[in-house]
């Protein structure tokens, strides 16, 4: 009874001082309150559940509620992977950390940081129980997307920059940066067409009269001079009369024939 009790208070004080430290390292973070809502704690508190049982042999229930946590947070974190204490992941969408990860106290993780190994071309062709992924120590910093690949080792208070890719050993205290976008002057020359959205008239630009006149113009020579101007031509204007048309009478037409008699020749008598 005694040991369950001093296993719970152990518990509710690394949880206390989960909280603590996302309040210290995230400016964001309001209240007690407000950082339960943090998907770093979700995860951070299902991984050791998980872990537990990961080494006492549940190594199935462990992997079901690694899958539970990455479905809710979009934090991946393999339940044999050892973790220290003060540990913050800030945002925390898509962070991978492998099965053989040791990370250390005091470390703290942007979102998008992958803790990986090389390829499984090369970590099958390692000995059974080899280290496959990286060794993070203590009070390391790993910027947004970095990715820290195969089994390496950062050193303590080591910082790696955003989208830096780490292939090799860091001593401590080292800074690793990514290269830095290169930003250029507008080049010389004429401007760029303009991409309009269809549908949209621009209007065309204005254009001196000269440079309209110009094209229709000789290459060389003095300018014709102008023609004269033709005389105006009086044109009188024509007087339509109407035609009268005379009534004319109409000739007699002959009247409706009466009927048709033939004449019928007599019959002969008795």
């Given at each position: 009874m005694r040991r369950c009790d001093r296993a719970l208070r152990a518990a509710a004080a690394r949880m206390r001082e989960d909280v603590a430290?996302?309040?210290?390292?995230?400016?964001?973070?309001?209240s007690r309150r407000e950082v339960l809502l943090y998907p770093h704690i979700h995860a951070l508190w299902t991984y050791r559940v998980a872990h537990r049982l990961w080494r006492r042999g549940h190594r199935l229930t462990a992997r079901a509620l690694s899958l539970g946590a990455r479905a809710v947070t979009g934090i991946e974190i393999h339940p044999a992977a050892v973790i220290g204490r003060r540990f913050f992941i800030d945002h925390g969408t898509a962070v991978v950390i492998g099965a053989t990860v040791r990370i250390g106290d005091d470390v703290m993780l942007y979102h998008q940081?992958?803790?990986?190994?090389?390829?499984?071309?090369?970590?099958?062709?390692?000995?059974?129980?080899?280290?496959r992924h990286p060794v993070v120590e203590d009070g390391v910093v790993i910027g947004t997307g970095a990715s820290v690949l195969g089994p390496v080792t950062v050193g303590a208070g080591a910082r790696i920059g955003a989208h830096a890719v780490v292939l090799t050993d860091v001593a401590p205290g080292v800074r690793v940066t990514a290269p830095v976008a290169e930003i250029h002057p507008p080049a010389a020359g004429p401007p760029t067409a303009t991409v309009h959205p269809p549908g949209v008239t621009v209007p065309a630009p204005a254009q001196p009269a000269a440079a309209l006149v110009a094209p229709l113009l000789p290459a060389?020579?003095?300018?014709?001079?102008?023609?004269?101007?033709p005389a105006p031509v009086r044109i009188r204007p024509v007087r339509i009369r109407p035609v009268r048309v005379r009534a004319t009478r109409a000739a007699a037409l002959p009247s409706a024939p009466g009927p048709v008699r033939h004449a019928v020749p007599p019959t002969a008598g008795p």
């Open positions: 430290t996302v309040r210290a390292k995230d400016p964001a973070a309001g940081v992958t803790l990986g190994s090389t390829g499984w071309w090369k970590d099958m062709r390692r000995p059974a129980g080899a280290r060389a020579g003095p300018a014709p001079e102008p023609a004269a101007a």
